[in-house]
């Protein structure tokens, strides 16, 4: 069974640090991984997907790798700002009996101190 | 805003409650789903909808009853719920690998 786990649960950092969030699975075996934000009691907006043949991926100040063999991934934030606080979920698309199903993490939440 | 709707924003029910969740997407997708977040726990999927056909429901009790009328609506039927149900339940919708998500809907369980 497919686990995703992200470590810390929280962070907290300065304005204009550079930070890394990871992610961690147990099986190889994914089609894809993607990076979501969450702010409080919002639904989820995708930040960054990686398919399984790709190494990393970027989008501004975002970027985003992928070592499927080693079953990592790691979010890479460069110059945060304080509007970048949220919980961050990655999650890994797998088979699933026919279909294909996400499963997440449970985040880590980022605080950002102007 | 994702395209992906959902009403109402918040609810608080008891138990003996019937209640129901709304979810439409402006999108086109085909395929729509329903999670569960739940404090300090993953997102949990419970059901999978492609083109207005249930082709997944990951052993979620039936007093959590889906409907799925066309490919832009879906309904999530409570009744007889436990407080334990209590929880964020997000919409999202799909055409190919990337998911969009609905701003959820806050139910507690009284």
């Known amino acids: 069974k497919q686990e995703v786990t992200q470590i810390p649960a929280a962070l907290s950092v300065p304005e204009g640090e550079n930070l890394v969030l990871n992610c961690s699975f147990t099986d190889s075996a994914i089609y894809n991984l993607q990076w979501f934000r969450q702010d409080p009691g919002k639904g989820l907006t995708s930040l960054l997907l990686i398919q399984s043949s790709q190494r990393e991926q970027t989008s501004g100040r975002l970027n985003a790798s992928l070592d499927k063999s080693s079953g990592r991934s790691t979010l890479y934030i460069a110059a945060s700002q304080p509007g970048d606080s949220a919980t961050y979920l990655c999650?890994?698309?797998?088979?699933?009996?026919?279909?294909?199903?996400?499963?997440f993490g449970t985040g880590t939440r980022l605080t950002i101190i102007p | 805003e994702t395209g992906v709707t959902q009403t109402p924003r918040h609810l608080v029910m008891g138990m003996t409650n019937k209640k129901s969740l709304k979810c439409e997407q402006h999108l086109g997708h085909n395929a729509m789903y329903w999670y569960k977040q739940s404090a300090k726990k993953p997102l949990e999927l419970m059901f999978v909808?492609?083109?207005?056909?249930?082709?997944e429901n990951n052993s979620v009790p039936s007093r959590f009853s889906p409907e799925c009328p066309n490919s832009s609506h879906l309904f999530l039927h409570l009744h007889t719920l436990q407080p334990e149900d209590s929880a964020l339940y997000l919409c999202a919708s799909s055409h190919g690998y990337e998911q969009y998500f609905g701003p959820g809907t806050r139910l507690t369980v009284t």
């Open positions: 999650a890994v698309r797998v088979p699933n009996f026919g279909n294909e199903k996400l499963t």
């Open positions: 909808y492609n083109f207005k056909e249930q082709t």
